[in-house]
């Protein structure tokens, strides 16, 4: 028998759900249910046969969370709700040693991700979570020879506990911030990771994680310790397919650099847009030790694309706050949600996408689309990056959209006096005819002088109807002249231009607040237009409409879609004819606006894609939406971006010991980045550094944000904090906000270095004499300031960044 859910979903879309399936196919050995409660955390603790101190500490973490308010500062987190999520999603049985092992659905996703190849190619070793659980783990056997430790998390527990519970929790406690309560109340998988005295691991260790389950929350715990004189670099990457629903990434990591170790942490992460990553890193570093963070964090939709409000429409990039948008809900309908944030994206290369009804949309394409996939001999629906969908994929679009739409108040002040144009009766509120009448007046009106003239023939059908509605609406005399309707009127110019219906066959455009009418006033707009300019074909099914205007047939489209009809392509037709007197020619040039025979009846439909091709370089949108996280964009249903919240955190606790932060942010317009990080020299002769490099255009604005930190009694204590600056433009904008708590005078050396630059003319000229175009010398230049970024990541690496790089900056300049 079906569910209700999926008697809904095929009602809306024609898709059986019981021979497709909502998203993967890969069931879990085990899951909790939504919601967390003590049940939960013992359900966890139990099934993991942990140590009674382990669940102790959970139920005290469990405690804090549940006490403790949602911060208000940063990021907007009032959207998680945390009843919705599954907390512990166990994939499989076991953690491998061998990939031929893996379950296969769980293999064939980390062989797409290319972990498997990664690891043969340059990874001493890796470990592989998928949800809750890590599935795969193996450290090469030259590294065990030299007792180096590289588990699970749940494995180091089990095999090493008197080392766990040594230093678990104690760079990071359970009660230091929300989120860390949280991950230590529920914590499972992550990695353990033991690096014998005087060790140098000189290849990189790399675990990866994979979120997969729809509404689930991953929760690793990474433990790092480095014994005296140990050195490992220590990889992490992440990734995430994209719901309609949240998924919730909190992880917490705690490294232990012990006297004259070095730890270096990298990340590198591409969660999908629906994961909220709310993540406590932390070091302690002992003398002489040396800890390193290296950070890399680097979707989206033209300015122009069109999304559906509450009652009208426009372009994202008028998007702002509050704002009250269509979404889909759990159930394939549209409902009103709002938006939480806009952001430019930058000028980035996008991608034309077609169906076969003729909606085209333009996205990068890193940009998710909710999709009807063929995986294997399913099709599954999930969102899905643009770049991943080929021509006879089915994407999902908007059809029948909820009527929110109001009457429009006319507002319309006619002159007094003696020489003031005879008045004329104005309606109070927009209704069916009169949105009819300037339907027919958008096509076939203009007006000179003193007159206003509809352009109807009295053996046209519809000229008994404009006839009558001129006179009963406005109370003015409606004479035929030549092929016109005229009426004598210059109160009736006057209300035509205030309601912006002004201008030639060229220039006429849709007024916006025709978008926030009720569907029965912009369909009878849209026959009032038709009635006009419009053609019937095919035994009166077939609906064209023609116009020399390009740009005001996109808005009758537009204004189609929003309420239910089904607008196709535009076409464009061309003819050239001579003048009689000589030889000169002039090209007649007209669209047509072609309609489908049938209306949408369900809120979203699944369409083929005709075509996806490359259309040059833009600039990009995205804004979030509260709750679905998902919008109606040029009638298709698109994803948003979600919330990233990381700063990374060393504390120099004994003397020699060194800190490096290494961040990168790129900020475009209406978009602040703030990059950072934090240090605190809590003994003599320790030094640190931390690099913040930043870019921003059009009027974008990056911050750097952080504390340094020197205790009482911490002499001798070196700190240099570097700030560079690129701005492209005069708009940008860059502030440095230095936190320095310095309780200690004696020999404490605090060094800030901020530099803001531009591109100068000199290196452009320079590179572009050189065979180089004005784009490529830019971006070159771009790549050279993120070069000491770049520079620190193994090779393979550091190519993979660089493409993230360019991509982020490709066209941003100029």
């Not at 085209?360 to 399913?378: C, D, M, R």
Request: proline letters at 4%; hydrophobic letters at 35%.
């Amino acid at each position: 028998m079906q569910s209700t859910k999926q008697r809904q979903l095929q009602a809306v879309s024609g898709i059986d759900p019981a021979k497709y399936g909502f998203h993967d196919d890969i069931k879990p050995v085990y899951e909790t249910d939504y919601g967390l409660t003590e049940d939960v955390v013992k359900d966890i603790s139990g099934r993991k046969g942990e140590p009674k101190w382990m669940l102790d500490i959970r139920l005290k973490a469990l405690k804090h969370f549940l006490s403790r308010p949602t911060p208000t500062w940063g990021g907007n987190l009032a959207a998680i709700d945390f009843d919705k999520i599954k907390y512990y999603v166990k994939p499989s049985d076991k953690s491998e040693n061998s990939w031929d092992d893996v379950p296969d659905a769980i293999k064939k996703t980390f062989d797409r991700l290319g972990i498997p190849e990664a690891e043969r190619k340059f990874l001493g070793g890796v470990g592989a979570q998928y949800d809750s659980e890590v599935v795969y783990h193996k450290l090469r056997e030259d590294l065990k020879k030299l007792g180096i430790v590289f588990l699970g998390m749940d494995d180091g527990l089990k095999e090493y506990p008197e080392i766990v519970k040594k230093y678990f929790t104690t760079v990071i406690p359970y009660n230091d911030n929300k989120y860390a309560a949280l991950n230590t109340a529920v914590w499972s998988g992550g990695s353990f990771v033991y690096i014998p005295k005087g060790v140098d691991v000189k290849i990189p260790l790399q675990a990866y994680f994979r979120i997969n389950t729809e509404k689930a929350g991953q929760f690793e715990r990474t433990l790092i310790i480095a014994e005296p004189g140990a050195k490992v670099h220590y990889i992490e990457g992440c990734t995430a397919p994209v719901y309609a629903t949240d998924s919730l990434h909190s992880a917490v990591v705690e490294l232990i650099a012990l006297e004259g170790s070095k730890i270096r942490y990298t990340t590198i992460q591409n969660w999908s847009k629906n994961v909220f990553n709310l993540v406590t890193k932390r070091a302690f570093a002992y003398k002489n030790s040396t800890v390193e963070w290296v950070d890399g964090n680097l979707g989206c939709l033209t300015g122009d694309t069109k999304i559906f409000l509450n009652n009208e429409v426009k372009d994202i990039e008028e998007a702002a706050p509050n704002d009250i948008i269509f979404s889909m809900n759990e159930n394939f309908e549209l409902v009103r949600a709002r938006v939480l944030a806009k952001k430019f994206s930058g000028r980035k290369e996008i991608f034309k996408l077609r169906t076969l009804n003729h909606r085209e949309i333009s996205a990068t394409a890193n940009h998710p689309f909710l999709a009807l996939k063929k995986i294997g001999k399913q099709r599954l629906i999930k969102w899905v990056p643009l770049e991943q969908l080929k021509s006879g994929d089915l994407v999902a679009i908007s059809g029948k959209i909820p009527d929110h739409g109001n009457p429009y108040k006319i507002k319309f002040a006619q002159r007094e006096g003696k020489n003031a144009p005879r008045k004329i009766k104005v309606p109070i509120d927009s209704d069916k005819n009169l949105m009819w009448l300037f339907g027919f007046y958008l096509g076939d009106g203009y007006f000179d002088k003193n007159r206003v003239y509809f352009a109807v023939p009295p053996q046209d059908k519809s000229y008994p109807k404009v006839k009558d509605l001129i006179e009963s609406i406005f109370g003015a005399q409606a004479v035929p002249y030549k092929s016109t309707l005229r009426v004598n009127s210059v109160a009736l110019i006057q209300l035509v231009k205030e309601l912006g219906f002004a201008g030639n066959a060229r220039t006429k455009r849709v007024p916006k607040w025709v978008f926030t009418l009720p569907e029965d006033q912009k369909r009878s707009f849209i026959d009032g237009y038709i009635a006009a300019d419009g053609h019937i074909r095919k035994n009166h099914k077939n609906v064209s409409i023609t116009s020399c205007s390009r740009e005001l047939l996109e808005q009758i489209k537009t204004l189609s879609i929003s309420c239910g009809l089904n607008p196709m392509k535009i076409s464009k037709w061309s003819r050239v004819e001579k003048k009689k007197l000589g030889k000169e020619t002039k090209e007649y040039t007209h669209y047509f606006l072609y309609f489908g025979e049938s209306e949408m009846q369900t809120p979203v439909q699944f369409i083929p894609i005709a075509e996806i091709i490359s259309n040059g370089y833009a600039d990009t949108y995205d804004i979030e939406i509260e709750g679905t996280h998902n919008f109606v964009a040029n009638g298709f249903l698109v994803h948003n971006s979600k919330l990233t919240m990381k700063y990374p955190a060393v504390y120099l606790k004994e003397p020699g010991a060194k800190a490096e932060i290494l961040s990168v942010a790129f900020a475009g317009k209406d978009q602040h980045q703030d990059a950072g990080g934090k240090v605190v020299h809590m003994a003599p002769n320790t030094t640190s550094t931390i690099t913040s490099k930043s870019i921003s255009k059009d009027n974008g604005r990056t911050t750097y944000r952080g504390l340094v930190k020197v205790y009482p009694n911490a002499t001798n204590v070196r700190s240099h904090v570097k700030c560079d600056a690129l701005m492209l433009d005069k708009d940008s904008r860059s502030d440095t906000i230095p936190y320095m708590e310095i309780d200690e005078k004696r020999g404490v050396t605090i060094a800030h270095e901020a530099t803001v630059g531009k591109i100068s003319e000199e290196h452009l000229f320079y590179l572009m004499s050189r065979g180089l175009n004005e784009q490529e010398a830019m971006t070159m230049v771009v790549m050279g300031f993120f070069q000491a970024f770049v520079k620190e990541l193994p090779l393979d690496y550091a190519v993979e960044l660089n493409k993230l790089i360019q991509m982020e900056m490709e066209g941003a300049i100029g």
